[in-house]
């Protein structure tokens, strides 16, 4: 699972250097996933985020609701005013729609980001 969150912020940050945002913080964060109700109640699963803040687009829930209001909505958790991509959630197909929303956000022609 780390190695999928290092892959993926390797591929966004790339992604995000080829915008104008002048400060792109971007790191892997251990996070604790819930499980969820039924037969496991209140259980977690230690996992990991990429975490993304975008001073210049605002606060984390000004960058999450961006992302909520792109064509294909791309749903995010927040900690600490900044957006997270729990990747235990995040199939590549995923990945794939999120760099999209990405590019669909900042405009950018997909053959050159």
């Known amino acids: 699972m780390k190695r999928q969150a290092v892959n993926f912020k390797r591929i ?3 992604l995000l250097k080829t915008t104008k945002l002048r400060s792109v913080l971007i790191d892997i ?4 996933d819930t499980v969820g109700g039924g037969a ?13 803040k ?9 960058l999450a609701e ?9 749903i995010t958790g927040a900690s600490e005013d900044r957006v997270l991509f729990h990747v235990r959630t995040i199939s590549e ?7 999209d929303g990405f590019r669909e956000m ?6 050159k980001a």
Not at 29 to 32: A, E, G, K, L
Not at 40 to 52: D, K, Q
Not at 106 to 111: G, K
């Open 29 to 32: 964060v251990p996070v604790s």
């Open 40 to 52: 496991f109640p209140g259980s977690e699963l230690p996992g990991y985020s990429v975490s993304l």
């Open 54 to 62: 975008l001073p210049e687009l605002g606060s984390a829930g000004k």
């Open 66 to 74: 961006k992302l909520r209001l792109l064509s294909v909505p791309v």
């Open 93 to 99: 197909r995923d990945e794939k729609r999120i760099l």
């Open 106 to 111: 900042f405009s950018l022609d997909r053959e």
């Open 12 to 14: 966004l940050s790339g």
